[in-house]
């Protein structure tokens, strides 16, 4: 059990178009999903915070209204990149964390390659 | 602040070995989480083993086991009889126990098994 997906696997998109990237936990429910970003070669940043019904905590330095995370459901959280750049290439990986504690509590999913060109 | 070190950023061992991939941590927490995850090439973060900072045993999980040492803040994972599929990506992590959980990775270690 514990099953996160993302969709799509891999985008490639044109500079200053919008890419919506889903993360659903399939088998149990998640109050917190976590959207990670990891450059080639680099480790895994934390982007923002996801609770379902409420607005996205974000890192220092994220941009809130570039990166739009929206968590609608126990099962499903978004996240847009508006007006992609280039520079927003990068791996995205979201995690869920389960409503019922456990110290496994986040699941991740497979992540999305995002290029932009 | 929270930080992770992981100071190995690639290793090459024997197949069959045991590897030991160095993790270090700071904190002023008294209560946190560790985990360790593997990252093969394709991307996805696989959870290989957990240490709560009040466990009293190191954790084991098949062939992996985590090296507690808390006085020294450090978490190595240990990888017995190593295989080929064991190539790849070795992240470190801690979990702040308070506020809303988040984690926080090293930058990693490149493990490469020879065959």
């Known amino acids: 059990g514990a099953v996160v997906s993302q969709h799509p696997s891999r985008v490639i998109c044109k500079s200053g178009t919008s890419v919506k990237i889903e993360c659903r936990s399939l088998d149990f429910q998640a109050t917190t999903m976590f959207w990670y970003r990891q450059f080639p070669k680099q480790s895994l940043m934390l982007m923002a915070t996801?609770?379902?019904?409420?607005?996205?905590?974000?890192e220092q330095g994220v941009e809130k209204d570039k990166f739009l995370i929206n968590h609608a459901s126990l099962t499903l959280s978004t996240l847009t990149v508006t007006s992609a750049h280039p520079e927003d290439s990068s791996f995205y990986i979201c995690s869920a964390r389960r409503t019922d504690y456990s110290p496994y509590e986040q699941y991740f999913g497979p992540g999305t390659r995002l290029t932009v060109t | 602040a929270q930080k992770i070190t992981q100071t190995q950023p690639g290793m090459f061992v024997q197949e069959k070995e045991a590897v030991t991939l160095d993790c270090t941590y700071d904190?002023?927490?008294?209560?946190?989480?560790l985990f360790w995850y593997k990252q093969p090439s394709s991307g996805e973060m696989i959870f290989l083993i957990y240490?709560?900072?009040?466990?009293?045993q190191n954790a084991t999980e098949g062939r992996y086991s985590l090296n507690f040492q808390k006085a020294r803040k450090s978490a190595n994972l240990v990888i017995s009889a190593s295989q080929l599929g064991d190539s790849a990506m070795y992240f470190c992590?801690?979990?702040?126990?308070?506020?809303?959980?988040?984690?926080?990775f090293g930058t990693g270690t490149r493990l490469t098994i020879i065959p």
């Open positions: 240490q709560g900072s009040y466990d009293q």
């Open positions: 992590a801690m979990r702040h126990d308070f506020g809303n959980e988040k984690l926080t």
């Open positions: 996801s609770n379902e019904g409420s607005k996205a905590t974000y």
């Open positions: 904190t002023s927490d008294p209560s946190y989480g």
